[in-house]
């Protein structure tokens, strides 16, 4: 029964609990993923009395295909988690791995993926302490789901909510959208473009720290996964109970996302982002936050996109690049399915 | 598009980050677990400071049928993150939850199932904080996977693992075994005895809170799901290196299990149980914890199995009933899929 990473793929019996479990635990995800914490071999994992006030997020990955340009469902899977840990206003910590694994998947996929968290996990300063793996049929999954769920610890005093924004506050982005639902696209219908597109996924945690540290008055901070920029905007403003004013022009576009969303007549606002945050915040301190910003390797090309007006119907609405004006809507409908 | 939770299904829309996605989690989640921390409606939920160590646990559940007698995947994925949070010692506080939903799901089965996870999660006293939906394509998964992540709060002072069982300590057993395996088992293969096999599903942390109350030196507590109590066992045995000796008479096991089982050609050894625990005490406390244990609804079968003894290969051997001696070893292969 030794594991065969090569050539071996997954069996029923890796889920069984039984020995063939454990080899695969200690033969894959203990070697790649290896720390104090989950060589405790425990049901769980025992960690040190935090600091403060936790925050705790959860994500199921399904994307497909499985790996694609800047990623795979192992760094994303990681990303997703630690992002959403982070604009809560959080320090991510800890992070749990639970696996749903489709019998055949090749043991090789399996190992690229869990050494790819491992990365992906170092690089955002996180542990996975704890996982779990369970295997369904041929044809009852897709490969590999993965649910990682994280707990960090908020700074004192800190505030941030969607339901703090108020008239007046500006609106910044940390970069360009789009890249990422349409690099998984891309890649998902054999679409070339003369420059590939590349999956903006990537931990925000770096990026909060140094807008935490810049001490401005922040309402919120959200990333815009799924449903994109515009459902991102419409969620807070519908959460504050206010509206919100967009200069298209302000919105950073790579050419390369504006013309594959032509070719396929879809709107880059909607499309997904995985290494983007929104930030509201209070107009006096908004030049400094944006600075911050730009000081760092995910916020150099960061703007002040629009600003939060009163609106009881909580309507977003943008001033196109020729000077119109329209209702940036929810996403509705399901253009990109399985894009995280 | 408003929620048809009578006939409505589950559509790809669902998935979206989109409108239809947040009609899904107010009309249907928010509704059935709606509480304090998940109404905040922002990416995780922030919780107060905790008193101490913690602890995290998580599982994915992917248990065919979905309903069974004694439950559903949805209690089941609140019993089973309990339950690994309360044998680690700690107090189980907020439970996460997020969704992987195949294309085509009754909305009807997926609220009967939260609601269920609901009155799991009240009757365990614990919070289901924050959660993520995700949805495949026909196909692509199996109604429903559940993936709960749990955070507690250890005792002070407490340390059980393990790798802390020594010669001489007792093992002892909360109650009969096989029943949650035999359960699914039958449903599955559409067996029909006398009286029907129910799970034994249960939250196990007021069990564990009234053994720790006792002071007893605990070694290590343990819930034998997949695997069963045999591969538990010797889970332990190898992770303290030491044996043990298990006196099969000993071993609680209900009638209609043990006529099932022989039906089936199984070993209730083997059977997973996901309302059960074994713990190793310190030799001089067995009898008062073992009264603790009885003394509680969820232990009132509880019995002394057997001991550990100096053995460096590991191994767990069984005196059965007629005086024989047998190695119970890991489970090997694959009885029983899709357990939990």
Redesign the interface.
């Known amino acids: 029964?030794k594991l065969d990473l090569l050539h071996g793929r997954v069996?029923?019996?890796h889920?069984?609990?039984?020995?063939?479990?454990?080899n695969l635990i200690e033969g894959l995800f203990a070697k790649a993923l290896g720390n104090a914490y989950l060589a405790?071999?425990?049901?769980?994992?025992?960690?040190?009395?935090?600091?403060?006030?936790?925050?705790?997020?959860?994500?199921?990955?399904?994307v497909s295909p499985l790996f694609f340009p800047g990623g795979d469902i192992g760094s994303l899977a990681v990303h997703g988690t630690v992002n959403?840990?982070a604009?809560?206003g959080?320090k991510p910590l800890?992070l749990?791995?639970?696996?749903?694994l489709e019998e055949g998947l090749p043991l090789a996929d399996l190992l690229r993926i869990v050494e790819s968290m491992a990365r992906a996990a170092a690089d955002a300063g996180v542990l996975i302490?704890?996982?779990?793996t369970?295997?369904?049929?041929k044809?009852?999954?897709?490969g590999v789901?993965i649910?990682t769920?994280?707990?960090g610890v908020?700074r004192e005093g800190l505030e941030l909510?969607?339901?703090r924004a108020g008239p007046g506050d500006v609106v910044l982005l940390s970069g360009s959208i789009g890249e990422h639902g349409m690099a998984i696209l891309s890649r998902r219908e054999g679409l070339n473009f003369d420059s590939p597109i590349v999956s903006d996924s990537a931990p925000l945690n770096g990026l909060v720290e140094a807008m935490l540290d810049t001490g401005a008055e922040l309402r919120?901070l959200?990333?815009p996964?799924?449903?994109?920029l515009a459902?991102t905007l419409n969620?807070l403003a519908k959460?504050s109970g206010v509206g919100m004013r967009i200069e298209e022009a302000a919105v950073p576009v790579e050419p390369v996302v504006v013309a594959a969303c032509e070719f396929l007549g879809l709107d880059p606002f909607?499309i997904?982002n995985e290494g983007k945050l929104v930030a509201l915040c209070a107009p006096q301190d908004a030049d400094r936050l944006l600075a911050a910003m730009r000081a760092q390797p995910l916020g150099k090309k960061a703007a002040i996109i629009g600003e939060v007006v009163e609106d009881r119907h909580g309507f977003v609405q943008m001033t196109t690049r020729l000077g119109g004006r329209r209702i940036l809507d929810?996403?509705?409908?399901?253009?990109?399915?399985?894009i995280?």
């Open positions: 029964m069996e029923m019996a889920g069984s609990g039984g020995r063939a479990m454990a405790q071999g425990d049901d769980g994992a025992v960690l040190p009395p935090p600091s403060g006030r936790l925050v705790m997020s959860t994500d199921s990955h399904v959403d840990v604009v809560m959080a800890y749990s791995a639970a696996f749903i302490v704890t996982g779990d369970k295997v369904v049929e044809g009852k999954g897709d789901f649910t769920t994280g707990v908020l909510s969607g339901n919120a959200r990333d996964t799924r449903g994109g459902t969620e959460q909607y997904a929810w996403l509705s409908g399901e253009p990109l399915p399985r995280c």
